[in-house]
């Protein structure tokens, strides 16, 4: 269906003019004007993090970040998608960390720039999902992992709290290793225990 002419907004997406009804994302606004879709590359949904954008609206000073698919397009918005950062060097094995009392450790040796964390905020600033992400890598720095991992539940890895780090802290890998920890070194929820018993029990089918 046609979209009225006076829903259509103009805004300006990787420094190219684009008119689009006000109800698309700005990802869908890019398809709207023509732009190629290519199949695969992202989920569409806000989970995947793949579409990070820099955002100014109109009138607006301050510059936000966002993800394309989630953001509706408005009128005098500029966007820029961003480009993924560079990978984090950050490699562990949890088989390799004995037991819990050694994780606290363990974590600052694998992530060393955690404890130079200034506070600033820029992390929980940048991040789309509204998570608190300094508060989430002074948790973990602290070996309140359980506390720390909880935070990041919400996190779709789009790396944006990385980004806005000027102590190249990755806030978004100290969360994953705050749960994959907790997980690994804690007694599993009984709803997920129970239903793994099913499964060995042959009481439930996995459907593929
Ligand atoms: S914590 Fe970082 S990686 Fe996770 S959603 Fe927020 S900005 Fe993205
Ligand atoms: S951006 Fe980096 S230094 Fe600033 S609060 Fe977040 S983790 Fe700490």
Redesign the pocket.
């Known amino acids: 269906m046609t979209e009225p002419a006076d829903n259509l907004v103009k805004a300006i997406i990787n420094g190219i003019e684009v008119q689009a009804p006000s109800n698309l994302s700005v990802i869908q606004a890019l398809w709207h004007a023509g732009y190629p879709r290519v199949k695969s590359v992202g989920c569409m949904e806000g989970v995947c993090g793949s579409c990070r954008v820099l955002v100014r609206r109109a009138g607006a000073r301050e510059v936000t970040t966002e993800l394309g698919c989630e953001l509706l397009v408005e009128e005098g918005m500029e966007v820029n998608f961003l480009l993924f950062p560079n990978p984090t060097h950050h490699t562990y094995q949890l088989d390799d960390i004995p037991n819990s009392w050694e994780v606290q450790d363990r974590f600052h040796h694998i992530f060393p720039e955690?404890a130079?964390?200034?506070?600033?905020?820029?992390?929980?600033t940048?991040c789309p999902k509204g998570i608190e992400?300094?508060r989430g890598?002074?948790l973990a720095a602290k070996g309140k992992f359980a506390e720390a991992g909880d935070l990041f539940v919400e996190c779709v890895m789009c790396n944006l709290?990385q980004t806005?780090?000027?102590?190249t802290?990755a806030?978004n890998h100290?969360g994953l290793f705050a749960r994959r920890v907790t997980a690994y070194f804690h007694i599993r929820p009984s709803n997920l225990i129970n239903r793994l018993e099913r499964l060995r029990r042959g009481e439930m089918q996995v459907v593929e």
């Open positions: 955690a130079h964390c200034r506070s600033c905020g820029g992390c929980t940048a992400v300094e890598v002074e709290c806005g780090c000027p102590e802290i806030p100290v």
